[in-house]
């Protein structure tokens, strides 16, 4: 079977970061839970503490430790 | 096949197709067809879902 991929080209990468977030890196399809679908290089930063204000993206909150009363 | 990543509502990141992944560890781990991966940071096995979402009433877009 042919690989899909331009011969040289990485498979994308998803690393993920302790208490932190999912960051996606290379050429894939993404697709939001509202159905927008882009196709092409991406780096993205996606949330994986559950506390972004800016879900599905990470905006640091997973930085903050302190929860005000 | 082009690899897809897709977000579920109030759920996990669904991984499709070839991806590598790189744990919290920096171990690469085996991907697979398909894997579920935690963002509601609850999960008892991350990265991967373990359905915790649901009992925590996880909400995100």
Known sequence: ME??????VKT?????LKDGPIILKGFFRFRTSSGEETEKEHEILLCGCGKSGNK????ETHKKNVIKS | MVAEA???KNGPLVL???FTIID????EIKHHKTSLL?????SKNPPFCDGTHSK??????
């Open chain 1, 56 to 59: 599905p993206y990470c905006d």
């Open chain 1, 3 to 8: 690989i899909e991929n331009k011969s040289g």
């Open chain 2, 56 to 61: 925590t009433g996880y909400l995100g877009n």
């Open chain 2, 6 to 8: 897709r977000i579920m």
């Open chain 2, 24 to 27: 919290a560890d920096g171990k």
């Open chain 2, 16 to 18: 499709k197709g070839d």
């Open chain 2, 38 to 42: 935690c963002r509601c940071g609850a």
């Open chain 1, 12 to 16: 994308p990468e998803v690393k993920i």
